[in-house]
């Protein structure tokens, strides 16, 4: 794994830190699990806490609608993704040194 996997009950879940960072922007922009869940149109609200969980990756189709309702810029939210979800992507786009990338203002 690549670093970013966190425990839950016992098991790592590799997609831990993208789990913690998305459940901080849902709680920054006072949004529930079940609004973000109706907002984006998640399948259901266990589905978006899953991800929060880092049990499952959001999958590209929804960053835009994700970043709307975050409050996030599409570009930012979708390579942070990237970093947390898959990582060779990331690497393939912005190369290994996460330092080396910068979203502009």
Known sequence: MDGHAT???????????GGEWMRSLRLNAEIT???????????SVA????VEA???????????TYAQQLGVATNEFA???????DRKAYEALFGAEEAAFGIAA
Do not use: D, F, I, N
């Open 54 to 64: 880092g049990l499952r990756p959001v999958p590209s189709s929804m960053y835009k």
């Open 79 to 85: 390579a942070t993704c990237l970093r947390h979800y």
């Open 47 to 50: 589905w978006v806490l899953e």
């Open 33 to 43: 699990p079940a609004e973000l869940a109706e907002q984006v149109s998640a399948p």
């Open 7 to 17: 425990t839950l009950g016992g098991t790592v879940t590799p997609w831990g830190a």
